[in-house]
T-cell receptor, first 115, second 115 residues
Framework: DADVTQTPRNRITKTGKRIMLECSQT?????MYWYRQDPGLGLRLIYY???????NKGEISDGYSVSRQAQAKFSLSLESAIPNQTALYFC??????????????FGPGTRLTVL | AQSVSQHNHHVILSEAASLELGCNYS??????LFWYVQYPGQHLQLLLK??????LVKGIKGFEAEFIKSKFSFNLRKPSVQWSDTAEYFC?????????????FGKGTHLIIQP
């Protein structure tokens, strides 16, 4: 199932570097999300977007920024990466037109290591 | 802010044993409830969801969950587990109209099924 794709799948970078993680979807969904997963902490919401003009901070937005370039694309940037941003990052989408908040569909994840 | 508690971080069972994974949430209003599964090396997939109606929800692969509003609980069950159920399981909650969109996840339960 390649409805939600993320690039790169793995990335190793150094402290202070700028990193961009990209997410694309072919599901036609209007809402997109970025989460990070850390062992023992589950997934935590970084940013979410209801449409291209609507960006909202999540639980842990500090140190991150996002861009919704089109309905199908939502990128996450780390302006100056630090080691505690080492994590598995997931993009997700959902369809608000189905009424009540519906399930979210997740991409395969990007494993980011900051040295 | 709402929170989600999963009581068991690691569970080891033998094949054919019965499974129950606990999940409690803190929000007192209307909630949507989800269980996601993450098989080794894969992205999150939806097991089942509850929005309204029958509090006993049946999902894929023989899983079910029961919503007990008075206990703020949404426990996951399976009568007879298989080796292929080895995975990490996440309970998640969303409160429609509760402000921030996106899901609040529990920290996950790592389930290992021994053959």
């Amino acid at each position: 199932d390649a409805d939600v794709t993320q690039t790169p799948r793995n990335r190793i970078t150094k402290t202070g570097k700028r990193i961009m993680l990209e997410c694309s979807q072919t599901k036609g969904h209007d809402r997109m999300y970025w989460y990070r997963q850390d062992p023992g902490l589950g997934l935590r919401l970084i940013y979410y977007s209801f449409d291209v003009k609507d960006i909202n901070k999540g639980e842990i937005s500090d140190g991150y920024s996002v861009s919704r370039q089109a309905q199908a694309k939502f990128s996450l940037s780390l302006e100056s990466a630090i080691p505690n941003q080492t994590a598995l990052y997931f993009c997700a989408t959902s369809d608000s037109t189905r009424g009540a908040v519906d399930e979210q569909f997740f991409g395969p994840g990007t494993r980011l290591t900051v040295l | 802010a709402q929170s989600v508690s999963q009581h068991n971080h690691h569970v080891i069972l033998s094949e054919a044993a019965s499974l129950e994974l606990g999940c409690n949430y803190s929000y007192g209003g209307t909630v949507n409830l989800f269980w996601y599964v993450q098989y080794p090396g894969q992205h999150l997939q939806l097991l089942l969801k509850y929005f309204s109606g029958d509090p006993l929800v049946k999902g894929i692969k023989g899983f079910e969950a029961e919503f007990i509003k008075s206990k703020f609980s949404f426990n996951l069950r399976k009568p007879s587990v298989q080796w292929s159920d080895t995975a990490e399981y996440f309970c998640a909650v969303n409160s429609p109209g509760g402000g921030a969109d996106g899901l609040t996840f529990g920290k996950g339960t790592h389930l290992i099924i021994q053959p």
